[in-house]
């Protein structure tokens, strides 16, 4: 037997690693192998984040090995554009399968041979009734269902009409090939379950080799098994799939046995987690694709500006458990915040600029100032920052007469600019229409780096960028795709927030911000963080907002 090096401490504990830990203890199992089985149909969510983090992550601890295995097969539905989508996403998130790159369709030759193995066992028949006579003969969840006609074919004529419907001398829906189970089961899915579909298709991978398909029952566990996977982990709907998933590996020729078990999947407020409705949203161009930034798929997170490593800390803190529950966009949000605020160097960048104009700095005079990349970590190190006469600072750093509790810059008040020097607002520059155009400001020269000899103390710091040397860029502020905390495809168009996208153009970049790779998040200090597009190129640079400092949702949901 394998040793088995105790699991991290850090790793947590859930029902799944105390049945692996129980296995390997008793010796039941030698050796951890488990999958994550993406069906190709559309991109990854947050909720397959879940999947993948606990799949590759026991196998991690475990010292065993996780593979990613396609499940391709509807030909109808996927497309390679979803298979290299998922294989990017995984890899992004830090997971690696190796060699262990398999795909459901590459077990189609065996499937089919087994699918005559139970022909000859009489165990499988072919039936010509329509998928609704099947459906309608089914029975429900209290009363039996029906024997097909069809049901006491001989195993000659059977194994006959399977060769010819795998020829194509059938139309698509002309018969199926059912397993022979039992259609009084108090389980509907033992009621003869479908094992092989006529779909007259081109298949992303097997091309037009064949126009009959197996079922996504009849072909999971037995993938599994042909993998050696020991641990198959899937969401609580297959729950009832589970006896139908063992009658299987009881009764063909397979060379393991993997057990089933059943996590509860993840579920989110204020967005959706199913590739259906995604695709509805891509489809219906609420969003501009598949990797918008307001999508919860990986690749829109990415986008967005959302490390890895936060959507792998969100998987630990939510746990693995057995009942199904909805976590708060809040605790996502937490996670995202938690790293960012860890990882992203800082700043400066001015979102809405308004002018100022320092009199008492000589013209055409600059110096270079030391700005800290990192508060709490020195490894960061510091970067320039250039202070000239003309600056841009935020629009709302300003207010003429302000208001109570308002400390930033109005006429007469003194600020520190951050990283530079203290300011004080001797005279407001308006336009014919009333508008603040431009501040008129001093320095006092005594306080550079942002402290005053004398130990006199202002009230505010401030944010500001070089009117001269600063980048203009487009901000692309996001927020919650939906207002409503269940939306669904049929109220889309109630639940969608007309307000989850504000573009602001004009925005004043330091200019260090110009070399910052795509999708890396900073911190705009004050503002929040932010990363390049790739929509952003040289000269015309493009950021999106990755999210607020602080959760300013709550209150706007609030109608606050
Ligand atoms: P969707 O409804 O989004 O299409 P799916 O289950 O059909 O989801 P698959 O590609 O079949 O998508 O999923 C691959 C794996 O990810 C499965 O093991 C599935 O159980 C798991 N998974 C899918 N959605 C979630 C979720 N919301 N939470 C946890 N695991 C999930
Ligand atoms: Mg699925």
Not at 13 to 28: E, H, K, P, V
Request: proline share 7%.
């Amino acid at each position: 037997m394998t040793a088995v090096e105790p699991i991290a401490a850090e790793a947590g504990r859930d029902f799944i690693r105390d049945i692996i830990q129980a296995d390997l203890d008793s010796g039941r199992r030698t050796e951890v192998i488990t999958r994550f089985p993406p069906e190709p149909n559309g991109y990854l969510h947050i909720g397959h984040a879940k999947s993948i983090c606990l799949n590759f992550g026991v196998a991690a601890e475990f010292g065993g090995r996780c593979h990613l295995r396609f499940d391709d097969t509807n030909p109808t539905k996927e497309e390679q554009e979803y298979i290299d989508s998922i294989e990017r996403d995984v890899r992004w998130l830090g997971f690696d399968w190796g060699p262990h790159l398999y795909y459901a369709s590459g077990y189609f030759e065996q499937l089919y041979a087994w699918a005559e193995h139970l022909i000859r066992a009489g165990k499988a028949y072919v039936d010509d009734q329509s998928q609704d006579q099947i459906r309608e003969t089914r029975g429900t969840l209290t009363e039996p269902g029906t024997n097909s006609p069809f049901r006491e074919r001989s195993v000659e004529e059977n194994l006959d009409l399977f060769h010819r419907m795998r020829k194509g001398e059938f139309p698509n829906g002309a018969r199926v090939l059912r397993a022979k189970i039992d259609m009084a089961s108090g389980n509907i899915n033992l009621r003869d379950p479908v094992l092989y579909r006529i779909l007259h298709a081109h298949h992303p991978r097997t091309g037009d080799a064949w126009c009959i398909y197996p079922s996504y029952d009849f072909t999971h566990g037995q993938s599994d098994a042909i993998e050696h996977i020991t641990h198959s982990i899937c969401t609580l709907e297959f729950e009832d799939h589970r006896p139908l998933y063992d009658w299987f590996l009881d009764n063909l020729p397979v060379p393991s046995k993997p057990h089933q078990y059943e996590f509860a999947r993840l579920n989110i407020t204020y967005t959706v987690l199913s590739k259906r409705v995604l695709t509805t949203l891509v489809r219906d161009k609420y969003v501009s694709g598949w990797d918008d930034p307001r999508m919860p798929t990986i690749a829109g997170l990415r986008r967005r500006g959302v490390p890895a490593e936060a959507l792998r800390d969100f998987a630990k803190r939510i746990g693995v458990a057995k009942a199904n529950s909805v976590v708060d966009m809040a605790m996502f949000d937490f996670s995202v915040r938690e790293v960012l605020n860890r990882k992203a160097e800082r700043r400066m960048a001015v979102l809405r600029p308004l002018k100022i104009v320092i009199e008492n700095y000589p013209e055409g005079q600059t110096e270079t100032l030391d700005a800290v990349n990192h508060p709490d970590d020195p490894g960061a190190g510091t970067r320039s920052l250039t202070f000239s006469r003309e600056l841009f600072v935020e629009r709302d750093d300003f207010q003429e007469t302000p208001v109570k509790g308002f400390f930033r810059l109005s006429p007469g008040r003194e600020v520190r600019l951050r990283w530079a020097y203290f300011i004080t607002c001797k005279e407001v520059v308006k336009d014919a229409s009333g508008e603040v155009v431009e501040l008129r400001c001093t320095y006092d020269p005594s306080t550079k780096g942002g402290n005053a000899p004398d130990g006199r103390k202002v009230k505010a710091t401030i944010h500001w960028v070089s009117a001269a040397d600063s980048v203009p860029a487009e901000i692309r502020v996001y927020n919650q795709l939906f207002k409503t905390p269940a939306p669904t495809p049929a109220t889309f168009a109630e639940d969608i927030n007309p307000q989850s996208l504000e573009i602001l153009t004009g925005a004043r970049l330091e200019p260090s911000l110009a070399k910052i790779p795509v999708e890396t998040a900073v911190q705009f200090e004050r503002q929040g963080y932010f990363c390049p597009d790739p929509d952003s190129k040289p000269g015309a640079l493009v950021f999106n907002r990755t999210i607020g400092l602080r959760d300013t949702w709550a209150k706007v949901a609030a109608g606050g």
